[in-house]
């Protein structure tokens, strides 16, 4: 299942790309995320891998996070993976105007097992709950960006 979802961040890539890697602030715009845990490498570094495990409303879910490529602002390669789930997001980021950047994910889940079959049902939801969290950042990066100001 493959899909992309594009938003524009009202503050500066530069901004953008600093609340965006830091692993503090994940908590801040994903409210469902008990923990991050650094696994191995450089956080923010190709190669690295943390585990972040997320409170989903009927249980709760790990996923192993590793960087796969770092070319930034035109490539931030992420996978995701958890039981029955991988997704590779590959983010785009483009400063379009001052403090104004286009941000592009795009997704392409992989399902094994028993949920091959859920994900049949359940591709509206994942797109939604991407677009969601994209929002989020969003307001969070945006209400910072002011409180600095």
Do not use: C
């Not at 961040?9 to 830091?22: P, R, W």
């Not at 039981?83 to 992989?110: L, Q, S, Y």
């Not at 994209?134 to 600095?148: G, L, V």
């Amino acid at each position: 299942m493959k899909f992309h979802i594009e938003i524009i961040v009202d503050i500066s890539f530069a901004k953008l790309l600093e609340l965006f890697e830091n692993p503090d602030n994940l908590k801040k715009w994903q409210p469902n995320v008990i923990s991050f845990t650094p696994l191995s490498g450089e956080i923010g570094h190709v190669g690295a891998t943390a585990e972040i495990r997320y409170n989903m409303v009927v249980k709760e879910i790990v996923m192993k996070e590793t960087i796969l490529k770092r070319n930034i602002p035109d490539e931030f390669v992420l996978r995701y993976d958890s039981d029955g789930v991988t997704n590779t997001v590959t983010n785009n980021f483009k400063e379009i105007a001052p403090n104004k950047t286009r941000w592009i994910m795009e997704n392409n889940f992989k399902f094994s097992g028993l949920m091959k079959y859920a994900a049949l049902a359940m591709k509206g939801i994942f797109k939604k709950q991407t677009e969601l969290t994209m929002e989020r950042f969003k307001k969070f990066a945006e209400e910072i960006s002011k409180e600095e100001a």
